[in-house]
T-cell receptor
Framework: QKEVEQDPGPLSVPEGAIVSLNCTYS??????FMWYRQYSRKGPELLMY????GNKEDGRFTAQVDKSSKYISLFIRDSQPSDSATYLC????????????FGAGTRLAVHP | GAVVSQHPSWVICKSGTSVKIECRSL??????MFWYRQFPKQSLMLMAT?????????EQGVEKDKFLINHASLTLSTLTVTSAHPEDSSFYIC???????????????FGPGTRLTVL
């Protein structure tokens, strides 16, 4: 079993839709959760980070962490064609200097 | 935001030659940098963790004599692919951890990647 499971998609939605991207994990010691966006042939770009359980909102993006279920989500409201990319969840133990564990990435396509 | 650059952005070389890739943190200091490789439509695979002033820590299965890593300063790490072969063709991405306190210390900022093609 992988430490982090993420559905690779592809996920295709119409412009304006609400997108839900999810990851599950097995290590209950993970404390720090991130979402990265990666456009084709580019490096990943940090979108959101959260500590422990709860929600965090930034513009059209909301990151949600449910530690009891070992489940994290990224919601994108009013999706745009420019949101078309691969979204990678990542997580790590707390305390600094720990490597990130990535999900496989979900490919999202938002069509006009 | 924190900016990480990589050079070159792409390189084509002949089999048997060595290729050096640079990773720089432009507006912050990075005690720790990471090197990843990524195959098409796959996630990032961590190759090694590079610490300034000390030897890199390689992940299991990564040949340290083939992928030489040097982290000589707080803003520069280099990856040298020695005696490259076609199977080394991949997208190589570095990341740097901002130790200056701007973000939580676990945040990694990624470079734009280097596409290596070995003929």
């Amino acid at each position: 079993q992988k430490e982090v499971e993420q559905d690779p998609g592809p996920l295709s939605v119409p412009e304006g839709a609400i997108v839900s991207l999810n990851c599950t994990y097995s290590n209950s010691a993970f404390q720090y959760f991130m979402w990265y966006r990666q456009y084709s042939r580019k490096g990943p770009e940090l979108l959101m980070y959260t500590y422990s359980s709860g929600n965090k909102e930034d513009g059209r993006f909301t990151a949600q962490v449910d530690k009891s279920s070992k489940y994290i989500s990224l919601f994108i409201r009013d999706s745009q064609p420019s949101d078309s990319a691969t979204y990678l969840c990542a997580m790590t133990l707390s305390g600094g200097y720990n490597k990130l564990i990535f999900g496989a990435g979900t490919r999202l396509a938002v069509h006009p | 935001g924190a900016v990480v650059s990589q050079h070159p952005s792409w390189v084509i070389c002949k089999s048997g030659t060595s290729v050096k890739i640079e990773c720089r943190s432009l507006d912050f200091q990075a005690t720790t940098m990471f090197w990843y490789r990524q195959f098409p439509k796959q996630s990032l695979m961590l190759m090694a963790t590079s610490n300034e002033g000390s030897k890199a820590t390689y992940e299991q299965g990564v040949e340290k004599d083939k992928f030489l890593i040097n982290h000589a300063s707080l803003t520069l790490s280099t990856l040298t692919v020695t005696s490259a072969h076609p199977e080394d063709s991949s997208f190589y991405i570095c990341s740097a951890r901002d130790t200056g306190g701007r973000e939580p210390s676990d945040t990694q900022y990624f470079g734009p990647g280097t596409r290596l093609t070995v003929l």
